[in-house]
């Protein structure tokens, strides 16, 4: 398996305060990686760091082979990393076609912008339906899908989601974690998923990493996770 994205000894945090201590981590390509842990263990971090929205102090992150570590966010994202920040960061007071939109900002993206949208609606039929609504008038469920449909618009090669299932009702969880599967599966997207579901992400994922304290804890193979007693012992999955 060829790691399409990877940090090395990355040590990130914000300003004065160290929050990632020496954390390795590897992305394979066209797969699904889960990074799951408690609050406040860094995931959000990590994947803030991949994007270039913290303070590197040590480390390196790999993309396709190169070193990106000094790019500007922007440059990350024309290269095809995308990230879907926790709480989504839609604009409610506008539409669904509009905050499609937004999402295809680099030039690139600009172009393609109709092929993206039928791409997206390949994952998120429902959301065809609802382009002339309001963003905020969106169900959770909807506007998670929304949020992933605008990540999609910058056509990425992967995909960083931040707790995508955050404050859904669990058939919806589910409904969603297809959606994912799908699109990595159709759409050949790597994806990396942080999630505080983890007995159903590890299912979905090939490989896992367990962080705790800013530091990665355990790694394996979903399954192997999944099976592991002390996972089990630690995050309460049977
Ligand atoms: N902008 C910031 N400035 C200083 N410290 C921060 C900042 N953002 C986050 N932190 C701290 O970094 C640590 C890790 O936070 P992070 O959001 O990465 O955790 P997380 O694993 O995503 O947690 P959760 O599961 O609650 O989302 C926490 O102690 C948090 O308080
Ligand atoms: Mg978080």
């Not at 618009?153 to 599967?181: H, T, Y």
Request: net charge neutral; aromatic share 6%.
């Amino acid at each position: 398996m060829s790691s399409e994205l990877s940090l090395a000894n990355v040590t990130a945090g914000y300003g004065e305060f160290v929050i990632l201590h020496s954390v390795s981590l590897e992305v394979p390509q066209k797969k699904i990686t889960a990074l799951v842990g408690p609050n406040g263990a860094g995931k959000t971090t990590t994947l803030k760091t991949i994007m270039g929205m913290t303070r590197l102090r040590e480390g390196n992150i790999l993309f396709e082979g190169e070193d990106i570590t000094k790019l500007p966010t922007y440059r990350r994202v024309e290269l095809g990393i995308s990230l879907i920040p926790e709480g989504r960061g839609l604009f409610p007071s506008l539409t669904v076609r509009e905050n499609l939109v937004i999402g295809a900002y680099t030039k690139k993206a600009r172009e393609k912008i109709h092929e993206s949208m039928e791409i997206a609606f390949s994952i998120f039929p429902k959301l065809k339906q609802r382009l002339e609504q309001k963003a905020g008038t969106l169900s959770g469920g909807e506007a998670q899908m929304l949020a992933i449909a605008r990540g999609l618009m910058s056509r990425p090669k992967v995909l960083l989601l931040d707790e995508p299932s955050q404050g859904l009702a669990p058939v919806v969880v589910m409904e969603l974690f297809q959606a994912i599967k799908k699109l990595n599966d159709e759409l050949g997207i790597t994806v990396l998923l942080v999630e505080q579901h983890v007995k159903e992400s590890l299912e979905l994922a090939e490989m896992a990493y367990v962080m705790e304290q800013g530091s990665i804890v355990m790694k394996g193979r979903g399954s192997e996770l999944l099976a592991d007693p002390s996972l089990k012992k630690a995050y309460l999955v049977y």
